[in-house]
């Protein structure tokens, strides 16, 4: 798929079905793709947090 392509195929999801959640595996996997995306003089200003309790995602 060309970049265009890719671009002009993208959606925006405001509600997720948390009937679909993709396994534990697969989350930190996708987590450690993203840490590797390039940054301005490398500079990395973005933090992961994966919070995997109910009560704990609502403060």
């Known amino acids: 798929m ?3 392509e ?3 195929s ?3 999801v405001r509600k ?3 009937s679909r959640i993709p396994d534990l ?3 930190k996997y996708a987590i450690d793709v993203a840490k590797e995306a390039p940054s ?3 500079d990395q200003p973005w933090l ?3 919070i995997q309790d109910e ?3 609502m403060k």
Do not use: P
């Open 55 to 57: 009560k704990q995602k």
């Open 6 to 8: 890719l671009a002009k």
């Open 16 to 18: 997720f079905d948390k």
């Open 2 to 4: 060309k970049l265009y």
């Open 40 to 42: 301005g003089k490398n």
């Open 48 to 50: 992961y947090v994966l």
């Open 10 to 12: 993208r959606k925006t």
């Open 25 to 27: 595996e697969n989350i």
